[in-house]
């Protein structure tokens, strides 16, 4: 990121995006000011705050893509909600808060497996001794018995060799190092893969899976069920048995022994500090919280939700299992078409903690075409790409590619205009035939020109139920 000015954060974000100038320059500007922070005195750095950005325009121009990119950019945690599923603090729903709870989740889980990759061929190296360890006792427990060949093919010979030579488990240390030899030699052959046997797993191996897997959606409220679930993750020497396949018991072991290396307090220490540094939150249709002012009762859903993101984009502390996270630093980009209401609907206090406005404009042909051609992994790309794994050469004319953009925008403006996410109905439309048989046309060269296009979705255009074919 420190080599990264406003200008080259654009210039990566033409790769993947076409056009909306004014948005990219925007979020260009928001992470240098981060990085230009990041320079100053401490006693200046506490009061630069982020300056959050409320974008406006139709969908599929892309609003929420910019964010995204925005954020894989500098690596930084990212989340995207939809506005409006959450209600007012106190009614039944989720409130805003579960925000704050799942960004520092998708964090720590971030920086848990940057780490984990780090150590990851250590802890397999530890954890493959311990296999060999318990295969070569369990095979000392066994030896007086015979292996039976039914059912057990190859693992069973392989296993029935090693049991004649079982004894010396139990015998000299080097008649025990000739033993692990042949096993780590089987292991290493991928030939005891299928074997089952009896592993020890301490109880703490639970934190990996508490990690790398998605929070249930639980009472927020309830600290004291966060703390337990916390304590959980921590090593507390239980161990319990488990009877599984070897390929199995090298993945149990592998991310066990990986939790014993892994420093967790420091993950987490740097999984909070990530979020409450680096962190964008982009919250889409915050235009739908602007609803008709009610007569009776609170709006619950519209602008109590509002009233309670203030604290969140203003800057607050909120209590999550991993510790206290402040979000005065948190990047928040909102959005919303505004199609049947306006900015100014917001309540004052909202608007005013989203000072920067970026409009987006509707696309048109040209830029169709260009967002089928131009960014790096366009769609034309991807299923060329796709089609290639068959044997299959796909080719588009220019003419082929004018006739795609036109179509997707006569559709737009005949239907609901979704504007790019229009492309991908004409291309799946488009392709289905070739991507149906291409199993059957190995080798063929597919040349799609604006004749091929009009034979396969033209006649969308013309039938009264389009609707059917189309988002």
């Not at 109880?203 to 249930?216: G, V």
């Amino acid at each position: 990121m420190n080599e990264l000015t406003p200008k080259l954060i654009v210039q990566e974000l033409d790769k993947y995006i076409v056009g909306q100038q004014e948005a990219k320059k925007a979020v260009a500007i928001a992470l240098s000011n981060r990085e230009r922070r990041r320079k100053i005195s401490p006693d200046m750095r506490r009061e630069v705050l982020p300056k959050n950005i409320l974008m406006i325009g139709p969908t599929g121009v892309g609003k929420t893509e910019i964010a995204r990119r925005m954020a894989n950019l500098i690596n930084a945690p990212f989340l995207k909600v939809e506005a409006t599923k959450f209600t007012e603090v106190g009614y039944v729903g989720r409130d805003v808060e579960s925000i704050v709870h799942d960004l520092v989740e998708a964090s720590t889980s971030k920086v848990y497996q940057e780490e984990l990759s780090k150590i990851e061929s250590q802890a397999e190296g530890l954890a493959t001794e311990r296999i060999i360890s318990y295969l070569c006792q369990q095979l000392g427990q066994k030896r007086s018995k015979r292996v039976s060949g039914q059912g057990q093919g190859q693992v069973a010979s392989n296993m029935a060799e090693m049991s004649k030579k079982a004894s010396a488990c139990a015998g000299t240390g080097a008649d025990q190092g000739r033993t692990r030899q042949r096993v780590s030699k089987l292991l290493r052959n991928h030939k005891l893969e299928e074997q089952l046997i009896e592993i020890e797993v301490g109880t703490d191996f639970e934190i990996s899976e508490a990690l790398t897997e998605p929070r249930l959606d639980v009472d927020l409220e309830d600290d004291g069920l966060f703390d337990e679930y916390y304590k959980s993750a921590r090593p507390h020497g239980g161990q319990r048995k488990r009877r599984v396949a070897v390929k199995e018991a090298r993945r149990i072991l592998t991310r066990e022994e990986a939790n014993k290396l892994l420093d967790f307090d420091e993950v987490v220490e740097r999984a909070i500090n990530r979020t409450e540094e680096n962190s964008v939150v982009f919250i889409d249709e915050i235009d739908k919280l602007c609803g008709p002012r009610m007569d009776m009762g609170r709006d619950i859903s519209g602008e109590g939700v509002q009233r309670d993101l203030l604290p969140l984009l203003e800057g607050t502390t909120v209590m999550t299992r991993y510790g206290p996270l402040r979000t005065e630093h948190v990047l928040f980009i909102a959005a919303g078409t505004f199609s049947q209401n306006k900015p100014s609907d917001l309540i004052p206090e909202l608007q005013g903690r989203l000072p920067l406005r970026v409009d987006f404009q509707a696309l048109h042909q040209k830029e169709l075409e260009k967002i089928l051609i131009d960014p790096e992994h366009s769609l034309i790309k991807q299923y060329q790409a796709l089609l290639a794994t068959e044997e299959v050469s796909l080719e588009f004319t220019p003419g082929g590619i004018q006739e795609m953009a036109r179509l997707a925008m006569l559709m737009n403006e005949q239907t609901e205009n979704i504007g790019a996410r229009r492309l991908y109905t004409i291309i799946e439309r488009l392709l289905e035939d070739i991507s149906f048989n291409a199993s059957e046309r190995r080798g063929e060269k597919v040349v799609v020109d604006a004749s091929y296009v009009n034979r396969q979705v033209g006649d969308l255009i013309k039938d009264e139920s389009l609707s059917r074919y189309i988002l």
